[in-house]
């Protein structure tokens, strides 16, 4: 048994470890950021309790849209993180940061979340609400991808992965940026149109390409 | 040690490490719906403040109801999710979007459940809160059920998982599903008898069964 | 090589993880409930913010006593557990259940300790919540020892466990009840005095015992 | 294969797998504390829905600083803690209470948080919420200074950790407390300075030091 293996199937090794927490602290702010947004969307039926079930349902159509979009784009983005750390070897000080900073606008988004889903009802506002909700969502997506560039750039990712590989996902995680940036302008005019557009391309990421694995 | 016994010890091998953060994942997911159950039941007492306590927690009954059939289905939930992830071998990009659909029913249960709590003793409303509910626990259950299917067709099951122990998890697996369907059709006609029923069927499932092992 | 040690070294082995999921999503509703009891502490605070700050802060006395109170038995009661899943080798279907019940009393904690926080104040309700805060407490120790005589019964535990380790964790897991039990009768005439007698169990259980490791 | 090397890859040996546990346990806690902070957030915007949204958010100025220190806080906090966390060997029980008493501190943080924000802005009672909130990120950072010595000291540090890492680590743990302990004193006259103060801290924390490894 050569040194190399014997490092790469002990678990207690110190930079394993340190990705295991990673992705355990990382886990934890997706899983609440993702069930928090059911909160936000309670909220608003409680207070038409005195009409019609129904109809009240069908008046929150805002929440449930903002809710869908949110609630997919948090499961791309934690897709892409899961695929990122899959091909990680090691963490190093750099990347613990650069996730941190992710996290921050992953737990930001329940909050953009709630002002989206309240004020594009609202003629005034909805731009504005749009705005901040796709520049969240665009920040994301960027540094998820320096993430991975920062990795492979660093030599965190294990020795054994193939370069086939390692150009699938980089090109899988970096459109997503342009169609953000687009989206942002087109919301400042069409907020709805926005939304939808947010809403397809976390489904664009959803939909499964059959990576190529030995 | 042979090729095989190798790639079964390496804790960091990308399949293997793809499941950890689906399970790490989906448990942070389900720990907080099961938790947020207590949230919503936390509010309304605190509205009857004037009134004697123990009058108000008997009025609030409804929101005990919802709480125990809730917390029992993503119990049971939880149950059948580790049970399929015991038996799996490695995931893929389907299995893991699969989960993430079945997440999204998890994880909207707590609305449901207020909204039945709310509108169960309402008489015009709580046909179709019940309706909801029951579909949201049909679709978690079909979804489930969807996983495990999928898990096998895919060959993402450990190949030294017996055929008896198969047989005996997709059976457990599916009968719920047509006694949400039937409660659901009950549900319009008899709102607490369909509650009541969709608590005796996560409790059948809590309840355990002697699975043979060697 | 033996068989034995191969399988004592195997992470994917189906008891082995199905382990590993007990404690991730134990440790899930754990880390939840006792993080969710701040949230509760923030809410009074808010509805005071004409008073001076300093004096809003003294009035909430009830809120911090029930936080503390709180947050120290679901500590405890989280390091009961972790004692338990440490000697633990492999889980059973009907241990996976018994921990589930154990969860459903310490999600329910929160709400317990809202409803004290308010009435303990009052004078006609406050024996009333402080019984049910009592009975929570209780039975969740209760569920507790339970589930350590069970792991022992169904011969769960590691067979390396030395017979002084389990008598310890035997009787440490223990007296708490009758204690329980005691403070139960006690705060029906004496509320506070019961509060803090909980209290003290839980920094007693806190208060670390050089346990003999070899 | 020597006995040291059995145990080193063994992940069932119970010191192990307390320290799994502890890890798992804190992450939960950390995730949902730094994700808790923008529940508080999206509160008061609510209130202000009849403003223009721009204005609104331009007034919120204390909660978005507020959230800014907090989640800087805790995630520096969780840096340190991660760091500790790898080079640790195994867990005794008074690393495991030490670690639920800086839990509780940072479970705190989100309360702290709510009270900076609403006060900062009202002459009268921003000194104290100030104070109260330095106070609890003193106490932090001294907990997890004291995790990191008491672990040294009972030597539950992995035996192959150099001597230079050891000291890089103290020293990077310490240098916080004496800047906390200043600006406490300074929130007492300057408080807006203070909370600037508190978030250069933990920005300074945040900023990677190439750590030297081999």
Known sequence: MSVEDDEVSAPDRPGRRRTARLEAFSDGVFAIAITLLVLDLAIPVTQHSEQRLMDAIGDEWPGYLGYLVSFSTV????????????????????????????????????FRTRLLSEYITTDRAEGVAVTFYGLTLLVAGALLSLLWRYALHARLVRPDTGDEEITLLTHRLTPGLGAYALLIIVGLFQPVVAVIGYLVIAVFFLIPVRIRRR
């Open 75 to 110: 499961g791309a983005v934690w897709l892409g993180h899961s695929a990122i750390t899959d091909y990680l070897d090691r963490a190093d000080a750099t990347l613990l940061r650069l996730n941190l900073l992710l996290l921050f606008f992953v737990s930001f988004l329940p």
